[in-house]
């Protein structure tokens, strides 16, 4: 099945630093997801991503799909300490079929 | 996007019962699915929740173990059968409103077996 290498597994910054993850792929996708988890709380969606090379941003986020569509990586500018969590890349084919990378957590030290 | 709730939001169970997850949308929406979610793992897709008809399962899970229900556009429950320690994980449901559109998720049942 397809499969998405999510990078870092852990990302430990202190606040104020800018932070990269990235997600990559065999397979390409038509739409790229980036979602965010908090304890206790389902994931909630930051960027979604729908045509290869567009690069969108949401306030201190900025995310592109990569121009093989095997791609995507997340940035977040400034860091703050509720930026902690785990962000995951979700990737969709055609249809409704969502395939999700393991996840980078993400520590802020104030 | 849609309101999900879930119910309960967490539980703790013995191990060979069962238990029955809920997921109410505050409106109609075209798709529904459930997610399990291991301890410190991804989210893995248990099956799409089919309104009127069975569901489908991705592989490795089957109907006697995780019975799905979907009556209408706003609902849907998924019960986990014959509880072991195993089963315990966060259990999300999702809809999507179209096809190739991001899906959106509950907060999940937190479930624990004994």
């Given at each position: 099945g397809q499969q998405l290498n999510q990078s870092p597994q852990s990302m430990f910054i202190q606040e104020g630093e800018d932070v990269s993850m990235n997600c990559t792929s065999s397979s390409i996708f038509n739409t790229w997801l980036w979602y965010k988890q908090d304890p206790g709380e389902g994931p909630v969606l930051l960027i979604a991503?729908?045509?290869?090379?567009e690069l969108t941003s949401n306030g201190r986020l900025t995310a592109?799909?990569?121009?093989?569509?095997?791609d995507s990586f997340l940035n977040i500018s400034a860091s703050i300490p509720s930026d902690v969590g785990i962000y995951f890349c979700a990737g969709l084919t055609s249809g409704s079929r969502l395939?999700?990378?393991?996840?980078?957590?993400?520590?802020?030290?104030? | 996007s849609a309101v999900i709730s879930q119910k309960p939001s967490r539980d703790i169970c013995q191990r060979g019962t069962s238990l029955t997850i809920q997921c109410q949308v505050d409106s109609q929406v075209t798709m529904m699915f459930w997610y399990r979610q291991q301890p410190g793992q991804s989210l893995t897709l248990i099956a799409t929740a089919n309104q009127g008809s069975e569901a489908t399962y991705e592989s490795g899970f089957v109907?006697?173990?995780?019975?799905?229900?979907?009556?209408?556009?706003?609902?849907?429950?998924?019960?986990?059968?014959?509880?072991?320690?195993?089963?315990?994980s966060i259990y999300l449901c999702s809809t999507q409103e179209h096809s190739n559109q991001p899906q959106h998720f509950g907060d999940g049942t937190r479930l624990s077996i004994l």
């Open positions: 991503l729908y045509k290869a090379g592109q799909f990569g121009i093989t569509r095997k395939t999700f990378g393991e996840g980078t957590q993400l520590t802020v030290n104030p | 109907i006697d173990k995780f019975p799905i229900s979907r009556p209408n556009l706003t609902f849907s429950t998924l019960t986990v059968s014959n509880m072991s320690p195993e089963d315990s």
